[in-house]
């Protein structure tokens, strides 16, 4: 079943228990054994895979257990700047070249009312 915006709360809270179960049982995992690598109390995992309420810490770190912290990064994903502000952070790039100042050939600098 894919979750999507339309399900009740309760009824994705199931799905993602279901899921968490299936997870741990393809890992050949019994309830306690999670429980105790996640440390959180048993009585906790049971209630997430029957689809009750739980904290988030508790999701975290049986997540990380089963190997599907991941899933958060792409379910809540980075937010990047946005394109106004990338080119507002762009530093004010040159648009032309200058020449370098050419010295008289004769090697000494000219100025105005030094020929005399």
């Known amino acids: 079943m894919n979750i999507d915006g339309l399900m009740s709360d309760k009824a994705i809270l199931a799905e993602m228990g279901h899921r968490l179960s299936r997870r741990r049982v393809e890992l050949e995992l019994t309830q306690a054994e999670l429980a105790r690598e996640a440390g959180v ?20 770190r049986i997540m990380r257990v089963l190997g599907l912290l991941e899933a958060f990064d792409t379910a809540i994903p980075d937010v990047g700047p946005r394109p106004m502000d990338l080119l507002k952070m762009r530093k004010k790039e040159r648009q032309r070249a200058s020449s370098k100042k050419q010295k008289d050939p004769a090697g000494e600098d000219w100025s105005w009312g030094d020929k005399t």
């Open 41 to 60: 109390s048993k009585r906790t995992l049971e209630r997430i895979e029957a689809g009750e309420s739980t904290q988030t810490s508790s999701m975290i």
